[in-house]
């Protein structure tokens, strides 16, 4: 336990601060305080000392510099076992400081707002994370709180025990360090992206995120789990149960597909894999030609759309469980409808700028990438074969390359121009991937003659093009890139196949 005699309080966020300081004041605790949050405490009839009273030293330079005093410092940082320590503080009048309590500047909030850049660098604050990291550093005999959902754990410690434990101090130690760390990593970003210099792939690593929710387990219930940043921004939960770590996956899947189209679209996925998608003219008609492709597979899945939930749609998503629905609105009395499947999520999807930067963790490191984003180069196709596609086709195709960039390697995608008739995920063998996205169609009683192929990436040998010309594929779309391109082609010609090599591969692992 440490005794507390003095407490110095500096808080931009005043979120209980009154009641805190009236407590510690009735344990007897002594308080200092600096102009702001002076101001208020003693307005509040409390006894503080300004800490210009006690330095000796005015602010100045319009608030900039308040507390980078030794007084201040020196009460912080002296080591409460160390004699040669207390006789140097001594010797100057200063008294050991034992709580500290401060917050910081908004410079996040400020730059998210949107101000002006000299604003922004106002908001830096220089004082507040020197005392801080002071604090922690001598956690051993100093209380440290940087965040006021602390106040009531520390009151209910001092008021039963006197002072606080060395776990409670080593615990709001860490907090002051990752919130410092967070701190300049958003003002390091900021100054990169204002100078032009930002590099999504730098030289440094840095990520700092709060955790925003936890989670009941991971993929599996021994793992525990935890969601980190501000994803509920963009994907607000109306109904339902608690999001799991699997809904969060196939959540963030299933927008990056259908925020690929601007007309009236649907998906439905199903462990990060779409196992149908479809465009129409009206959301209604996107859902239900979506849930052709694999209504056995659809079963529990996640429903992500585009367009608003109206009575008539939601009266067609309760005809099967889902897991998620996903929509930017529901009309009032589709809500009232969906609502009658309690365990059910639906979820407000707000459109925004995806991620950049894919971040994965492996065995010692972090592997980053660009995201797989952005517009296709259409110009930049190339008809491979002897026939070129007709207008019909290359529309197919357009579509089931969108697609097929979101279904797991080895991938393969039969559509039509507006939804997909049969898709391969996720197998060893591209030609197992054709036959089963083949058999996945015939299943669902959809023919694919007259339909095209997307492949994720080239076709190593020509059997995976002749497992779609035995299907009635008419059209295919891939990367190209083989050593056995000409093969290929020649298969394809052979069975008058229209082709298009796009340059660009779409693994996704």
């Not at 606080?164 to 958003?186: G, P, S």
């Amino acid at each position: 336990m440490n005794t507390i005699r003095r407490a110095l309080i500096s808080v931009y966020d005043k979120t209980g601060i009154l009641e805190f300081a009236q407590f510690l004041v009735d344990q007897g605790i002594s308080l200092i305080s600096t102009g702001g949050t002076w101001s208020v405490l003693q307005k509040a009839g409390l006894p503080v000392t300004q800490v210009q009273d006690m330095t000796g030293f005015p602010e100045m330079l319009d608030g900039r510099v308040k507390t980078l005093h030794p007084a201040v410092h020196g009460g912080i940082l002296a080591r409460r076992d160390q004699t040669s320590h207390l006789e140097q503080i001594a010797a100057q009048n200063i008294e050991p400081i034992d709580l500290v309590i401060i917050n910081l500047y908004p410079f996040e909030e400020t730059v998210a707002a949107g101000a002006a850049f000299a604003d922004c660098v106002e908001q830096i604050d220089i004082g507040g994370p020197a005392m801080l990291r002071s604090a922690a550093k001598n956690h051993d005999a100093v209380t440290v709180v940087c965040d006021p959902v602390d106040y009531a754990h520390i009151k209910a410690q001092i008021g039963a025990e006197g002072g606080t434990t060395a776990d409670t101090r080593r615990m709001l130690a860490r907090k002051v360090f990752a919130l410092t760390a967070r701190y300049d990593h958003a003002i390091a970003t900021y100054f990169s992206e204002k100078s032009g210099t930002f590099e999504a792939l730098d030289a440094q690593l840095l990520i700092s995120a709060p955790r925003e929710q936890e989670l009941r387990y991971g993929e599996n219930p021994h793992q525990a789990a935890a969601l980190y940043g501000s994803f509920l921004d963009a994907f607000e939960k109306l109904h339902g149960k608690e999001l799991s770590y699997n809904n969060i996956v196939d959540i963030d899947a299933a927008a990056a597909l259908i925020d690929e189209f601007d007309e009236p679209a649907a998906a439905i996925i199903k462990h990060t894999n779409p196992c149908g998608c479809a465009v129409s003219t009206s959301i209604f008609d996107a859902y239900a030609a979506a849930l052709t492709t694999d209504p056995l597979s659809a079963y529990g899945g996640i429903i992500a759309l585009n367009r608003e939930v109206d009575i008539r749609l939601a009266k067609k998503l309760n005809e099967m469980f889902s897991e998620v629905i996903i929509a930017p609105s529901f009309a009032d009395d589709a809500m009232d409808t969906l609502r009658q499947k309690k365990n059910r999520r639906l979820i407000r999807h707000r459109r925004g700028t995806p991620a950049a930067v894919q971040v994965k963790s492996v065995k010692n490191g972090y592997l980053c990438q660009m995201a797989d984003s952005g517009p296709e180069v259409r110009e930049d196709w190339k008809v491979v074969t002897k026939r070129a596609p007709d207008e019909k086709e290359r529309s197919a195709m357009t579509f089931a390359w969108t697609v097929c960039k979101h279904v797991k390697s080895n991938a393969i995608v039969y559509t039509s121009a507006e939804k997909t008739l049969g898709i391969g995920a996720g197998q060893m063998s591209r030609v197992d991937s054709a036959a089963i996205a083949a058999m996945k169609a015939g299943n669902a009683e959809l023919s694919l003659e007259g339909s095209v192929m997307a492949s994720d990436a080239f076709f190593p040998f020509a059997d995976g093009l002749l497992e779609a010309v035995k299907a009635g594929v008419t059209a295919v779309i891939q990367p190209g890139g083989s050593v056995r391109d000409e093969e290929v082609i020649a298969a394809a010609d052979a069975h008058d196949i229209a082709m298009i090599f796009t340059g660009t591969r779409h693994f996704k692992h």
